[in-house]
């Protein structure tokens, strides 16, 4: 799976140094604060629980299915890897630059006793596994925090199996207005007033102290952050020979049916993403629930 063994390991982590500058500064971003990071009370049983009861993440399992490798890029805190992990015996990688994130991520595995995943410390831009491996791969929220959306979306994509799938998440430009208009606020007032206006902190547990602070400076103090529309995600793909296969939100603006407006439709059949489609389905990303939760959009692709 590694094209270079020249790695020291550290708690079961396989650790590769990263010279990038861009790099040391988005892990220097994230050593104190891991982002997404657990609530108190998770275990084994909570994340399966979340996990199947997240439209997204159980769509997402049933559409992996069985005897899979699976690479996770900018995998976190793993909360996706170790959830898709539980019950199976896919073979998962769970990647990230920070060591403090992914020293969380296996430490959780390891408590619950989650066997199949291997935790790797690296910059996407060094390459680190083989050609061709991955039957999927998994990367949501990462690429616009590097130093190039995709020059890292083509690096990652060499390590993707022909007819493999990717899913790539990225911030909207039209999405993430409200984010920006919540930065304001947040400079201007600080975190006491950011309830008010930020509606994922509503959500999370007021003793999961560790998760608000993580999400507050993720979303709103991040030094290495751009957004990007449909157009150029689209564009991207062409380029890297990844055949578009649907997104969420979907491209069907003017076939709004409830089915579509729900997630797991990413999954289940292919999509045309006409412009006016893109168009209209961006705006109204500043309005709805994308816009609540920080503007993201996914694009699912196969490799040609
Ligand atoms: C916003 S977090 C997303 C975490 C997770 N995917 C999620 O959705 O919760 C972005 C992650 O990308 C990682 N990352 C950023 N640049 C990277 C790079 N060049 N190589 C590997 N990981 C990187 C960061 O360390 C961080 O953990």
Known sequence: MLKNKNYSSIEGIKLFLSSDDTTKNVISFYKDDPFPNY???????????????????SSLKEFIGYNKKILEVGAGTCQLSNYL??????????????????????????????????????DIFNEHFEDEYFDIILCNGVLH???????????????????????????????????????????????????????????????SVKKIDAWIKDQYTHPVERSHTYDELLE???????????????????????DNQNI??????????????????????????????GGLYIFLGQKK
Do not use: W
């Open 145 to 207: 925090h590097t130093k190039d959306t995709f020059a890292a979306m083509e690096k990652i994509s060499k390590s993707l199996k022909k007819d493999g799938i990717i899913l790539v998440g990225l911030y909207n430009k039209f999405g993430r207005i409200r984010t920006f208009f919540r930065k304001f606020m947040y400079k201007l007032l600080g975190k006491k007033y950011l309830m008010l206006f930020d509606p994922v902190l509503r959500k999370i547990n007021k003793k």
């Open 39 to 57: 609530e108190l009370t998770d275990n084994k049983l909570t994340i399966l629980e979340k996990g199947d009861n997240n439209l997204f993440t």
């Open 264 to 293: 797991s439709s990413l999954f289940k059949r292919g999509n045309e993403c006409k412009k006016i489609d893109r168009i209209l389905t961006q705006i109204s990303m500043i309005f709805n629930r994308q816009g609540d939760e």
């Open 236 to 258: 991207a793909f062409e380029k890297t020979n990844i055949k578009f296969f649907n997104s969420f939100p979907s491209c069907d603006f003017f076939n709004e049916t409830e």
């Open 85 to 122: 992990g539980i019950g199976n015996r896919n073979n998962i990688t769970a990647f990230d630059a920070n060591l403090s994130s992914l020293k969380i991520g296996s430490d959780f595995a390891k408590k619950n006793e989650i066997k199949n995943i291997n935790f790797i410390c690296g």
